[in-house]
């Protein structure tokens, strides 16, 4: 029998770190790992994506939506710059995730070989945390160990680069002896511990305010129980960032939603009405949407010093765990008395909602998008998975959906990157093959990217126990996005060259790969579609015919953003008077309810 390579070790270190999936594209600068691979009869599984980058977005999903580590691989060259994006996407959502790749053999590199780039310069930002290229066998334990263990502990990305003719070396391990050093797997992970004089100090700001409203991100996810029982106990009202969106139910009734430019009136009144802000694990980074300056005293807690005090000056910046912060914190907090500043909130989300229903049900000339996750919510499985894509599907996915209970939902969130929602869905399926995954995506990310990857959807979805993933594409022939950023941030009226799409029956192509799909284009179709979508035995693609004239309106709206709206209509954009006559239904719905 012969004796193993560094690739076969490098899949065995794997296996004892529990990585069960590796997202990965061949190429031969990781030969010899693809061939370690088939020794090991696949295991760890290798999950061929269509392209190096949606790989590295299907270890993204598979990370945000386990909470373990997300793994991925591509050859050298073209393939390591290919997962760039991906790696960027998790770095800015603070996500934990390893890349593995190739690299021309030692013996040409500086010899401006083929496929050959400076990996070390290319990966030295994606992968500040940690960078390592292996030379010898001797040196791989402890690389592979440091990268998963920093990837998990700094929620970040890590890099290993193995030169291709490394990987075909026969492996040996480090000696007990000078300038080795042998790694070893595992972690068991403390609980940063809050002095008991920070928590009374906490506990007093917070039990002097009146008005207090709080922040939760998605660092609060593992402390929903405390979370409710802080807001109970202060009255408060709870807004969320949108990586923060399943956090808390929606379903609760001072449960404010999203914040922000996607976020929610009564989010935004929210912030501008308290005397007081607790914010829990998030770095939400629009100011402008938190309190004024002079208008409310301050607490943060995260678990991360780096992105603490950052975007609010807070008066107290504490660095712990979520959960057990307010496990210490609870028993000092002082019940409201007076819960006016509550009832008010309450009101004003029973208010949003029924707002929210009425504009979804709003007629329009195509469907209105809005009520494509309006008639959603009701029918959300209750341990449903939802990813979002970027652009307008991320508007109606942060106010419309309302996510309950154990749910989880999240998008690309700092990054904003166009292209993750499929391949999200895809990662979240591998590391959940039980439940029930819902995609939504633009007909612009569906051909950036989403159509190649209903392929790996084709290939892979007899291996999920729970078969259903529903991908739902609004349909709109528009960059619908930015569409809007031309005429409200721009006073420019849409470039048709640069926003129109080409037409394409997705469908059709779905049906062509053995997909169950569903074309949607009459309103009063949405819930028998999502009904059949979601009982269906395979994956399903919803082409959904939404009208691109219905305006994202902000919480908010500036004179500026009028302005240049109004601007960008008077100046002759194309679609002005569709764009007013869906205004002025939506506005009627406002003042003359039904």
């Known amino acids: 029998m012969s004796k193993p390579t560094v690739a076969d070790y ?85 996500t934990p995730v390893v890349a593995i790749v190739g690299q021309t053999a030692r013996s040409a590199m500086g010899a401006s070989y083929q496929q050959e780039v400076d990996l070390l310069s290319l990966f030295k930002d994606v992968a500040s945390d940690y960078l ?9 334990p402890v690389v592979l160990d440091r990268a998963m263990r920093i990837a998990a502990a700094d929620r970040t990305v890590t890099a ?109 009144d929210l912030m501008m009405g308290c005397d007081t802000l607790l914010t829990v694990g998030s770095s939400f980074p629009y100011t402008q949407f938190m309190p004024p300056f002079d208008a409310a005293r301050g607490v943060q807690i995260d678990i991360d010093p780096k992105m603490i005090g950052i975007r609010y000056p807070y008066e107290l910046n504490v660095v712990g765990d979520a959960k057990a912060t307010l496990q210490a914190l609870i028993p000092l907090l002082e019940r409201k008395v007076d819960r006016s500043w509550r009832e008010m909130v309450e009101k004003n989300v029973t208010s949003w909602w029924a707002d929210m229903d009425r504009r979804a049900a709003v007629t329009v000339d195509r469907i209105n998008p809005m009520r494509l996750f309006a008639e959603l919510s009701p029918r959300l499985p209750d341990d449903a998975i939802v990813a979002a894509d970027s652009g307008s599907a991320a508007n109606w996915y942060a106010r419309h959906l309302k996510l309950r209970g154990s749910m989880r939902g999240s998008l690309s969130g700092n990054l904003a990157t166009m292209g993750p929602g499929v391949p999200y869905g895809i990662g979240a399926k591998f590391g959940n093959p039980g439940r029930p995954v819902i995609v939504f995506a633009g007909d612009g990310a569906m051909q950036m990217n989403g159509l190649a990857e209903l392929i790996t959807v ?121 764009i007013i006559k869906a205004g002025i239904k939506l506005k009627a719905q406002d003042i003359l309810p039904g």
């Open 160 to 268: 290993i680069i193995i030169p291709s003719d490394v990987q075909e070396l026969e492996y040996s391990s480090p000696t007990h002896e000078f300038k080795m050093a042998p790694g070893s797997v595992g972690t068991r992970w403390a609980v940063p511990a809050v002095t008991d004089q920070t928590i009374r100090d906490v506990a007093d700001l917070l039990n002097s305010g009146s008005k207090v409203a709080m922040l939760l991100g998605s660092g609060a996810r593992d402390a929903r129980a405390e979370v409710e029982q802080v807001a109970d106990l202060l009255g408060a009202g709870v807004a969320k960032a949108l990586l923060g969106k399943d956090a808390l139910p929606d379903d609760l009734p001072y449960v404010t939603g999203s914040i922000g430019l996607l976020g929610t009136k009564p989010s935004y």
């Open 132 to 140: 390592q290229m292996v030379t010898v066998p001797e040196q791989l």
């Open 458 to 578: 084709k290939h892979y979805w007899q291996e999920w126990a729970d078969p259903r993933l529903v991908i739902a594409i609004l349909h709109n022939d528009d960059l619908n996005q930015v569409t809007w950023e031309l005429r409200a941030m721009g006073g420019n009226p849409t470039f048709t060259e640069s926003q129109r799409l080409p037409d394409v029956d997705y469908a059709a192509f779905a049906r062509s790969l053995g997909l169950n799909a569903i074309t949607v284009t009459d309103p009063d179709q949405l819930g028998t579609a999502w009904d059949q979508a979601l009982a269906a035995d395979r994956p399903t693609v919803l082409d959904v015919h939404t009208d691109p004239n219905i305006m994202p309106i902000p919480p908010h709206v500036t004179f500026e953003q009028a302005k240049d709206t109004a601007e960008a209509l008077i100046k002759g954009d194309p679609n002005r008077w569709d």
């Open 10 to 94: 490098v899949l065995q270190r794997l296996r004892e770190w529990g990585v069960e999936h590796v997202f990965a594209y061949p190429g031969d600068g990781i030969t010899g790992l693809v061939s370690a691979f088939e020794r090991a009869d696949n295991t760890p599984k290798f999950i061929q994506a269509r392209h190096e980058e949606m790989a590295a977005f299907e270890a993204v999903g598979y990370a945000k939506f386990t909470g373990r580590v997300g793994v991925c691989m591509a050859t050298s060259g073209p393939g390591a710059i290919h997962l760039l994006n991906g790696l960027y996407d998790a770095k800015l959502d603070h």
